[in-house]
C-alpha cells in the first residue's frame, strides 16, 4: 500500500482564496484524521470521520473550515476564506477501527500570504 | 479535558547512550497510548502502540511502558544512534477516540 495520500505537499495563497487540501486514506481504514501543526501549539486534531461519517469536528477553529469526506477513498479540507494564521501544516492519518495505530500522511504545507 | 506532557522538551546524547524519554497524561481512561517519530519537514511515523491492558511493548532498540494508574509511558531508546535524531511525540487516546498528543521532545544523538 501506498500509505496515506495527502495534495498538495505545498500550498501558498494569497488571504482571502479558497484552499483545498485533499487526503487519500490506506484502503480498508475506516477512521480519517484531519490535523493541524503548528510550532505554537503542536498538533491539534481538526475533525475526524468514522466510515465517511463525522463524529467530532470540536477541533475545527472556526466556520471558515470545512471537511468531507465524500466516500471511503477521499477526504477534502477546505478553508474559506484563508487568512495569514492559517498558514501551518496539514496532516492526515487514517486507522483500522480508530483504536489502533494511526499512520500519518507526509502533510500540506499551507502558507497565507 | 486529557492533557499530554513530555519532559524533556530536548535532549542531545552522545552516540552509544541509552536513554529515556517521558510522557505524562491527566486522565488514566485511556485506550491506547502512541509513540511517534517525526524528522524535520515530514510525516510522523508510529514507532509503538500499547493498549490500556498491556505494560510495555518492544520494537528492535525501543521499548515503551504504560501505566496507566499515575498517567505516564516512558520511552526506552538503547545504544542510540545519530539515525535516531528527529522528534518523538506520544499520543493517547481516550473517551472519543480522538488522539490527544504531546508537545514532543526533540532528541539529537552526536556522533
Known amino acids: 500500500d501506498a500509505g496515506v495520500i495527502q495534495s498538495p505537499r505545498h500550498e501558498v495563497t494569497e488571504m482571502g482564496q479558497e484552499v483545498t487540501l485533499r487526503c487519500k486514506p490506506i484502503s480498508g481504514h475506516d477512521y480519517l484524521f484531519w490535523y493541524r501543526q503548528t510550532m505554537m501549539r503542536g498538533l491539534e486534531l481538526l475533525i475526524y470521520?468514522?466510515?465517511?461519517?463525522?463524529?467530532?469536528d470540536s477541533g475545527m477553529p472556526e466556520d471558515r473550515f470545512s471537511a468531507k469526506m465524500p466516500n471511503a477513498s477521499f477526504s477534502t479540507l477546505k478553508i474559506q476564506p484563508s487568512e495569514p494564521r492559517d498558514s501551518a501544516v496539514y496532516f492526515c492519518?487514517?486507522?483500522?477501527?480508530?483504536?489502533?495505530?494511526?499512520?500519518f500522511g507526509p502533510g500540506t504545507r499551507l502558507t497565507v500570504t | 479535558k486529557q492533557e499530554v506532557t513530555q519532559i524533556p522538551a530536548a535532549l542531545s546524547v552522545p552516540e552509544g547512550e541509552n536513554l529515556v524519554l517521558n510522557c505524562s497524561f491527566t486522565?488514566?481512561?485511556?485506550?491506547?497510548l502512541q509513540w511517534f517519530r517525526q524528522d524535520p519537514g515530514k510525516g510522523l511515523t508510529s514507532l509503538l502502540l500499547?493498549?490500556?491492558?498491556?505494560r510495555e511493548q518492544t520494537s528492535g532498540r525501543l521499548n515503551a511502558s504504560l501505566d496507566k494508574s499515575s498517567g505516564r509511558s516512558t520511552l526506552y531508546i538503547a545504544a542510540s544512534q545519530p539515525g535516531d535524531s528527529a522528534t518523538y511525540l506520544c499520543?493517547?487516546?481516550?473517551?472519543?477516540?480522538?488522539?490527544?498528543f504531546g508537545p514532543g521532545t526533540r532528541l539529537s544523538v552526536l556522533p
Open positions: 499520543a493517547v487516546t481516550g473517551h472519543g477516540q480522538n488522539f490527544v
Open positions: 470521520f468514522n466510515n465517511n461519517v463525522p463524529i467530532d
Open positions: 486522565d488514566s481512561a485511556i485506550y491506547n
Open positions: 500499547i493498549q490500556s491492558s498491556q
Open positions: 492519518a487514517s486507522s483500522f477501527l480508530g483504536l489502533y495505530e494511526q499512520y
